[in-house]
């Protein structure tokens, strides 16, 4: 690879200090023409400082201190204009604590990690509301009923324990899909495998969220579906957050069905959520599974639809939005059947 195609600056030097190469970033950085930078010291050449000004080279010392040093960790310098960059080095000796032969600098800008370090920051942010949400109406009910206990009738005391013990509900909640999607994130997220039968989890979230009433919603279920190896728990929770999202945000449910489907030559089984609404603009459907997404009011903590495509993809699966036939938005998960290689032997 040409350093000169290379994204951050490269600058290296001799073993005197002199500058022997510099490829164009660094003339870019630098607005240095031409070769004017062969030659300087690498002093000149690198003229960044701490925040307390000590500059790079004297804080380093390159071609001193360690003899069996071999690289300098990368940390953040200010340019003579203030600009922030990251500066690593690599030092190259001829044997093994000998003298250095060749210093070999990169430089970056430290945009990109400042902007991670905003994403984080906002990300506690979010974290510390949708905490402080539900733990504060636990507080204000708890300290009311502590220091005011006998003036409230019985059925005020049922009100306010019922309505703290919701508000802990979400909060454990809220939790549980904090740590999944951290160990989404981390790629812990571990699954307990066995037999699945995925119309039957199905039918079991439906008959929670319809309270055993008729549902107001087609239910279609196809004939001699494939035997599915997951995690029913997992799965559940799949078919809960997209039934949840679409009673949310779709207006309500129109059509569940689950049927045998093949993607990609491999058989499986897929399940279809459509709800009635208006449909999700294609330019926003990757967005949908972002951490922390959310739309309308009565939204929640904009994890649910970012741990659905985690499970699904840890299954081996797909997750996918699409327009419905008569509108409405097609939200389907297909899960391979991933059956162990010891049941096929």
Sequence with gaps: MDLDDFPDGIIIAGPDGAVEYVNHRV???????????????????????????????????????????????????????GSEYLITASL????????????????????????????????????????????????????????KWDKFSEEQRQFMLETVDADADRLSRLITEL?????????????????????????????????????????????????????SDRM???VTNLVENALRHGFGLKQVSVLNAQVSGEDGVILHIIDQGPGIPEEMRQRVFSRFWRSGPGAGSGLGMYIVRGIVLEHGGQVEITDADGGGADISAWFPINEPDALTD
């Design 92 to 147: 190259k000796r001829d044997r093994p604590a000998g003298p250095v032969q060749q210093v070999v600098v990169s430089i970056r800008n430290a945009r990109v990690r400042n902007q991670r370090d905003r994403e984080r920051s906002d990300l506690v942010a979010t974290v510390a509301h949708e905490l402080r949400s539900p733990l504060t109406g636990i507080k204000g009910f708890t300290s009311t009923l502590l220091t």
């Design 27 to 81: 003339k870019v950085m630098a607005r240095a023409e031409g070769d004017e930078m062969i030659g300087m010291h690498l002093r000149e050449a690198v003229p960044f400082d701490d925040l307390n000004g000590n500059s790079w080279y004297d804080s380093t010392e390159p071609y001193d201190g360690i003899a069996t040093r071999t690289r300098i960790s990368e940390q953040a310098w200010w340019s003579p204009k």
């Design 179 to 231: 740590l999944d999607a951290a160990r989404i994130d981390a790629g812990r997220l571990t699954l307990k495998r066995g037999p699945v039968k995925l119309d039957e989890v199905v039918r079991h979230v439906l008959r929670n969220v319809s309270g055993g009433s008729t549902p107001p919603f087609e239910v279609s279920i196809g004939e001699n579906l494939d035997l599915i190896w997951g995690d």
């Design 236 to 238: 559940s929770q799949v």
